[in-house]
């Protein structure tokens, strides 16, 4: 257990909806990252959060979003879903920024588009 | 750029042999390059990492090398045993732009009993 939880496990949704997925880092980790990974895609850096601030971006769409909240959790929001929005969507966390050392991973969102 | 490339994609050894998977990075500000190990259907989980500082680190049966003026880093893996089979990826902490870190797009390894 990585002490990163993410909710929910697997969600199942049509075209043109709106989810968000949700992140809890651990305990006394300050920073947030969302990535993303889709089939023989690796893992696609969306975006990180450090204590509350936008610290980067990567190739994050326009229809997602997302945001770190005071108590540290953070949500990543994908609307207008597309069928390629298929994938499993990892959260990590990590102590400090700058980056210092280890990710630590959640175990996944994985998310269904039909 | 802001890319890491990882090769090759697959790889299959039998049990006991070695195994060796390349990265390139493109940002010679990168300071950090870590490995992380993916089991089927598991998240993934670091197993070694190696700063610029440093040309070669080993932990156990596995071993990464970084050679900072050709911008590419290493894992090596002996005697390989079943357990090992999972996906492997590469990463730098590019410092270009704005700071993040970026993965390899992974290497399926396959170790065969």
């Known amino acids: 257990d990585s002490g990163v939880t993410q909710t929910p496990k697997h969600l199942i949704t049509a075209t043109g909806q709106r989810v968000t997925l949700r992140c809890s880092p651990r305990s006394g980790d300050l920073s947030v990252y969302w990535y993303q990974q889709s089939l023989d895609q690796g893992l696609q850096f969306l975006i990180q959060?450090?204590?509350?601030?936008?610290?980067a971006k990567g190739n994050i769409l326009e229809r997602f979003s997302a945001q770190q909240f005071p108590d540290l959790h953070s949500e990543l929001n994908l609307s207008s879903l597309e069928l390629g929005d298929s994938a499993l969507y990892f959260c990590a966390s990590s102590s400090q920024g700058p980056y210092t050392g280890e990710l630590f991973f959640g175990e996944g969102s994985r998310l269904t588009v039909l | 750029g802001e890319n890491v490339e990882q090769h090759p994609s697959t790889l299959s050894v039998q049990e006991g042999d070695s195994a060796v998977i390349k990265c390139t990075y493109s940002?010679?500000?990168?300071?950090?390059f870590p490995w992380y190990k993916q089991e089927l259907g598991k998240r993934p989980q670091l197993i070694i990492d190696?700063?610029?500082?440093?040309g070669e680190k080993k932990d156990q049966r596995i071993a990464v090398t970084l050679n900072k003026t050709a911008k590419h880093f290493s894992l090596h893996i002996t005697e390989t045993q079943p357990e090992d089979s999972a996906v492997y990826f590469c990463a730098a902490w590019l410092q270009g732009g704005s700071e993040k870190l970026v993965f390899g797009k992974g290497m399926k390894l396959t170790v065969n009993p």
């Open positions: 940002d010679s500000a990168s300071n950090y």
């Open positions: 190696i700063r610029s500082n440093v």
């Open positions: 959060y450090y204590n509350g601030e936008e610290r």
